[in-house]
């Protein structure tokens, strides 16, 4: 079984930062691939960022790229999303994702990733 607590949301005025956290319990999370995705109010779940087990490889929406970055750290089993430049437009549910088929391809696709966190809400005000 593999659980996944997000921390770290809120609410933030634009040009703000958070910090996503996100532990997970498995046997293996140093093997897992992991990814952050979110979900806006009327939208559709939609990928934010991913960063291979190894924590070499990483992948970002081109909507964050520059403002947004995923790390890991493998000792502690969590994954960490930087968030720099904070838009009104960032305004949705957080989610960590586990891939654990220890693919070497980091990939935005949610049908790779079998686990999820319940989610972390951050607002961005105007």
């Known amino acids: 079984q593999v659980l996944l607590a997000e921390s770290g949301g809120g609410l933030v005025q634009a040009g703000g930062s958070l910090r996503l956290s996100c532990l997970v319990s498995g046997q293996s999370f140093n093997r897992y691939n992991m990814g952050w995705f979110r979900q806006a109010p009327g939208t559709e779940r939609s990928f934010v960022a991913a960063?291979?087990?190894?924590?070499?490889?990483?992948r970002y929406a081109d909507s964050v790229k520059g403002r947004f970055t995923i790390s890991r750290d493998n000792v502690n089993d969590t994954v960490y999303l930087q968030m720099n430049s904070l838009k009104p437009e960032d305004t949705a549910v957080y989610s960590c994702a586990a891939d654990t088929t220890r693919s070497m391809t980091v990939t935005p696709s949610q049908r790779a990733y079998a686990y999820w966190g319940q989610g972390t809400q951050v607002t961005v005000s105007s």
């Open positions: 960063i291979a087990w190894s924590g070499g490889r990483t």
